[in-house]
């Protein structure tokens, strides 16, 4: 479904390229629920943005379910990052000024869907995450928790077909943590949501079926009994 | 499709975004108001003035025709005779009402009450120049050769500040030959629709035969006439021309009608108007200029919320249309607003100078259509700026 292979990115500072990856693969099938583990300064972003379709690999290929993205011109990026990739952020980066249905709506206002047939999707997704209790709540009325719930719904809400958390449980405390983590587990294995978390957390980590460690701008698997492949 | 419900929804967030940032929308609806308001009030004023300039000549007759004559002094130029016969003898003009202009001093009982024009002139210049009599009649064909005079308001009032409480029938010395005094004049207004200066005020009017009579070499120094009014002006002076090149073949004369009149002062009047809107317009675009600061301000303070919604899927021209709504938004709004102030204005400059009102619809609709406009131009490069911040900067927040 999502596949790299030897994908670099190098960044060109002054005079000096200074490469993040150094030839990463990867390939996210569908089904999966996995962790990427690292720490900062890795290349843990540089890595999420072109899996997110925010950016693009200085070399090697980047397939989303088997299109190349290195020859997508920009609005063609911006339309298959709508439709293949939900993104939950660690500050969750909601709209402070529309409610929760509104934010959940976005990613179906810019695929062009009618107002009402948006809000009755946004809709179900806020209750399958339990908030639909909350939907017309602006996110400064809502928790940490809360927020997060929001933003897995608006993540969720174009069926993407990969869901990626970068650092989901950052900004929560232990409790809330494992909240979202058991929302997250519940997706994977009821709806069969295809999901990648990016995170220093290795109990986060821990509680996905694959791993993989990034370190120095290489990514490394690691199987269920701890031992690099 | 997409396009549409894309845009419904950048409208709908434009206006909560103008309505959450309340006191910037306000000055900048501040700038824009102004500036349409200006546009719309200046160029009412040039139509306005038009107007009342139109109205001043319809008041004298769009139907005159100004002969003056260019003949140098010694020289006789057109008879009397001649110059009333103009009438008769062309079917295209009605009258004719020639002039002699003289000057010298006035006396009565004694004293001076005066120096001005001594115009020899018919009953007919009366009704062409709009001469307001108060008392008596004024000087007609049968007063040939008569000493009778009429006098402006200037010399009237000085011959009453004698003592004198009746004019009427009272002997006035004009250059030292003795007139009988049969009309008084009103306060005359000049108006400049008339290319003809009369200064009845400080003038007396005699029988043109008359002044031909005291000084036989004062020639004829101007003829108004009036032309049909069913036919067209141009003929009407081609066949004066003719006439006056048949009765003096040297004679040299300048003949103007209202009608070019008219044209040349509607041609003034709109280069009047085109200032008068560009120096509008100049506040205009201080307030398209105030408008771009604004949305400069907002992309720069909303770099976070451009990098969600690029994540989320919006295109670039998503992001630039959602601006350039807002931006023109504003400008529209504050082009309607503008259109009101404009009006009430216009109003206001109608009521103070005295002049008809009139709602310049040209203006009304070019104020909206560059109220809009401004907001296109001037909110363009904050929108393309927005759709150019790159995603993942704004992410992270740097």
Redesign the interface.
């Given at each position: 479904m999502l596949r790299l292979e030897d994908v670099r990115r190098s960044f060109q500072l002054g005079p000096v390229t200074t490469e993040v990856l150094h030839g990463v693969n990867l390939n996210v099938v569908r089904g999966d629920l996995m962790s990427i583990m690292g720490p900062s300064g890795s290349g843990k972003?540089t890595l999420m943005?072109i899996i997110?379709l925010?950016?693009r690999p200085s070399s090697g290929t980047c397939w989303i379910e088997e299109r190349d993205i290195a020859n997508l011109r920009?609005?063609e990026l911006?339309?298959l990052?709508?439709?293949k990739i939900g993104?939950v952020?660690q500050s969750f980066?909601l709209?402070s000024?529309l409610s929760a249905i509104e934010n959940v709506c976005?990613?179906l206002?810019?695929?062009?869907?009618?107002?009402g047939a948006a809000r009755k999707r946004a809709g179900t997704l806020l209750e399958q995450v339990g908030m639909g209790q909350r939907k017309n709540h602006r996110p400064s009325q809502l928790s940490g928790g809360q927020k997060q719930r929001v933003a897995i719904a608006?993540a969720l809400v174009?069926n993407p077909a990969l869901l990626l958390a970068d650092e989901p449980t950052g900004a929560l405390d232990p409790e809330t943590t494992a909240d979202v983590m058991d929302l997250l587990l519940k997706l994977n294995t009821e709806q069969g949501v295809t999901i990648l978390i990016i995170t220093h957390d290795s109990l986060v980590a821990a509680q996905c079926i694959r791993q993989m460690q990034i370190h120095q701008g290489r990514l490394i698997e690691q199987t269920a009994s701890g031992e690099d492949v | 499709m997409r396009v549409f419900s894309v845009l419904i929804f950048n409208g709908r967030e434009a206006v909560s975004s103008l309505r959450r940032n309340g006191l910037r929308t306000i000055l900048g609806l501040i700038g824009v108001i102004i500036g349409v308001s200006s546009v719309i009030a200046m160029v009412s004023l040039g139509e306005m003035a038009k107007q009342q300039a139109r109205k001043q000549f319809e008041a004298l007759g769009t139907d005159l025709v100004v002969i003056r004559n260019n003949q140098g002094q010694g020289q006789s130029g057109i008879g009397i005779a001649d110059a009333l016969q103009l009438a008769d003898k062309e079917a295209s003009i009605l009258n004719s009402a020639p002039r002699i202009l003289g000057n010298g001093s006035f006396r009565y009982g004694g004293k001076e009450v005066g120096y001005g024009s001594i115009q020899g002139v018919t009953r007919a210049f009366a009704g062409v120049s709009k001469l307001p009599l108060k008392e008596g009649r004024f000087v007609t064909i049968f007063d040939v050769n008569q000493n009778y005079t009429v006098v402006g308001h200037t010399i009237a009032e000085k011959m009453l500040a004698t003592g004198t409480s009746d004019l009427l029938g009272e002997l006035i010395e004009l250059n030292g030959i003795l007139f009988t005094v049969i009309g008084i004049l009103d306060h005359y207004e000049e108006s400049y629709a008339l290319p003809v200066h009369v200064g009845a005020n400080e003038s007396v009017f005699i029988p043109i035969t008359t002044s031909r009579r005291i000084d036989s070499n004062q020639p004829i120094d101007v003829i108004i006439a009036v032309a049909d009014r069913s036919i067209d002006h141009e003929t009407a002076k081609s066949d004066i021309q003719k006439y006056l090149n048949s009765v003096t073949p040297q004679g040299q004369f300048d003949i103007t009608t209202a009608k070019e009149l008219i044209a040349q002062m509607e041609q003034q009047m709109g280069i009047f108007t085109l200032l008068l809107g560009a120096v509008g317009s100049i506040s205009l675009v201080v307030g398209g200029i105030g408008v771009m600061n604004i949305m400069l301000v907002s992309v720069a303070e909303r770099r976070m919320e451009i990098a969600i919604r690029r994540a989320l899927g919006a295109r670039k021209r998503d992001i630039r249309s959602q601006f350039l709504i807002e931006s023109i938004i504003l400008t529209t709004a504050g082009g309607i607003f503008g259109t009101g102030l404009g009006l009430v204005a216009t109003w206001g400059i109608s009521r103070f100078t005295n002049w008809d009102f009139l709602i310049s619809w040209i203006s009304v609709s070019s104020g909206l259509g560059t109220a809009v406009g401004v907001g296109l131009f001037f909110g363009f490069q904050p929108a393309h700026q927005a759709s150019q911040l790159d995603p993942i900067a704004g992410l992270q927040g740097n």
């Open positions: 972003t943005n997110g925010l950016d920009d609005d911006s339309a990052r709508n439709r993104f952020f980066h709209l000024q976005l990613p206002v810019y695929r062009g869907t009618t107002r608006r174009g | -």
